[in-house]
């Protein structure tokens, strides 16, 4: 594992952002779980997502859809025939690892560096997680965890026309978990077997013209969103597919990339032209009409599908790493997460500045309680000395600390700590609630 990417995993589980899952059993490899800190960062990216594609448009619809889906539906998608990967056996272990991912089999002849690994002819292994539902073998039926969210929208899309009535063009968003039994999961949270993802299905009037403007549209909309949680503008690129590499449904494919710091420029974001082909699939094998009823031409047709495409969890990972950062603050050498205040987990930190005075500890409870109304992720610590804390918040990401003291008592005033530069200030009690909205924004 890369140095920084195991910095990162490290500090994810020293300070409750991220645990292997079902650790105190040997773990489960590809599944993670999301300590406290981790779920509030996590929380923070998915309503950010929410609000920019979703909540704050005339033009798109949420939704939530079912994590089962029956057998058909991924037949129609193409996901049974097609959604697969070259897997190889090792004839020495049996491990077995993705063919078509050299970096692994790499690591693996490194374990076996006195044999020489002969591998098996490459097989057609499916990604699909199936399990049954029913009473007894005899009457269950075949299901599977759905290996991307994007399908229960398509089988929603007359449901939301019948009962919302939209006007083309118009969109559908969701933000789910989806499954993929991986060969080789890898790079920590990177390639997982169950994941998180956020999406957008904008559906439009079939047109070359608008169809282009639409991609174009959407493509520097989703980058434009992702450098908003806090990028460098050199360590995001946007790169298109070609034709040899495109999915099986797509007319044109592009990816947000990041400038990874284990694996070069990785795919963080996918932005799709996906035609007509899903609504087009799921009319033929459902037997039913998804096509739209066009009431200003008298058309009747089916739409073709933008799609908005990321992993809530390659977020995670992509922003973690562009947060870390070493410096020397006071003459010591420190980490801290370099993370956007709107998604920082824990907004602020109320200290006493000693935690054995009792007039300090309770008006440092008192601005507490105070700035906890306004901004709920606010976090009171007085562990340690105030030098641990500072540290320990700046590990965290933290983008600001409020200290009590003698003269807080005397004045009403608080020293407040940049988490980036160390610098601090004094600011009045009554406008701290003021301060960090604008910090916020």
């Avoid at 908005?308 to 790493?321: M, T």
């Amino acid at each position: 594992m890369d140095n920084k990417l195991e910095k990162v995993a490290s500090l994810c589980k020293r300070r409750g952002f991220i645990f292997q899952g079902s650790e105190i059993y040997g773990g489960l490899s590809g599944i993670y779980d999301y300590g406290p800190l981790g779920t509030e960062l996590r929380h923070n990216i998915k309503q950010y997502f929410w609000d920019k594609f979703i909540g704050e448009r005339d033009d798109v619809y949420g939704m939530s859809a079912a994590i089962l889906m029956p057998e058909r539906v991924w037949e129609a998608s193409g996901h049974t025939e097609l959604f697969t990967d070259p897997l190889v056996e090792c004839k020495i272990c049996h491990e077995r690892v993705r063919a078509d991912q050299p970096e692994a089999i790499s690591d693996h002849e490194a374990k076996h560096k006195k044999d020489k690994v002969e591998w098996s002819e490459a097989k057609v292994f499916n990604l699909l997680v199936g399990s049954k539902l029913g009473a007894s073998e005899a009457t269950a039926s075949q299901v599977y965890l759905r290996g991307e969210i994007t399908q229960g929208v398509h089988v929603n899309f007359k449901n939301i026309v019948d009962s919302m009535h939209p006007k083309l063009p118009f969109g559908i968003g969701q933000i789910g978990k989806a499954f993929r039994n991986e060969i080789t999961p890898r790079d920590f949270l990177f390639r997982q077997r169950e994941f998180e993802q956020m999406e957008l299905q904008y559906y439009i009037k079939p047109d070359e013209e608008k169809g282009k403007a639409a991609f174009e549209y959407w493509k520097n909309f989703a980058l434009d969103w992702y450098y908003g949680l806090g990028f460098k503008k050199e360590n995001l690129r946007l790169r298109q597919h070609a034709p040899d590499e495109r999915a099986h449904y797509a007319k044109d494919a592009w990816d947000i990339e990041y400038n990874s710091s284990f694996a070069g420029w990785k795919e963080a974001w996918g932005i799709h032209h996906r035609g007509d082909w899903d609504l087009k699939r799921h009319s033929e094998y459902s037997k039913v009409d998804l096509s739209y009823y066009d009431e200003e031409s008298k058309e009747k047709y089916i739409p073709w599908d933008i799609e908005c495409s990321g992993g809530v969890d390659r977020a995670v990972l992509f922003v973690l790493l562009e947060a870390y950062s070493e410096d020397e603050l006071g003459g010591e050498t420190r980490t801290f997460l370099k993370l956007n205040p709107k998604i920082a987990p824990v907004k602020t930190a109320v200290f006493p500045l000693l935690k054995n005075k009792p007039e300090l500890v309770a008006k440092a409870k008192d601005v507490y309680t105070l700035l906890k109304k306004e901004i709920p992720q606010t976090m009171f610590d007085d562990n340690g000395n105030i030098g641990k804390r500072y540290r320990r918040q700046d590990e965290i990401g933290t983008p600001s600390c409020v200290t009590v003291d003698f003269q807080t008592l005397e004045d009403n005033t608080v020293t407040v700590r940049d988490r980036d530069t160390g610098k601090q200030e004094r600011h009045k009690i009554e406008e701290l609630d003021e301060h960090f909205r604008k910090m916020l924004k």
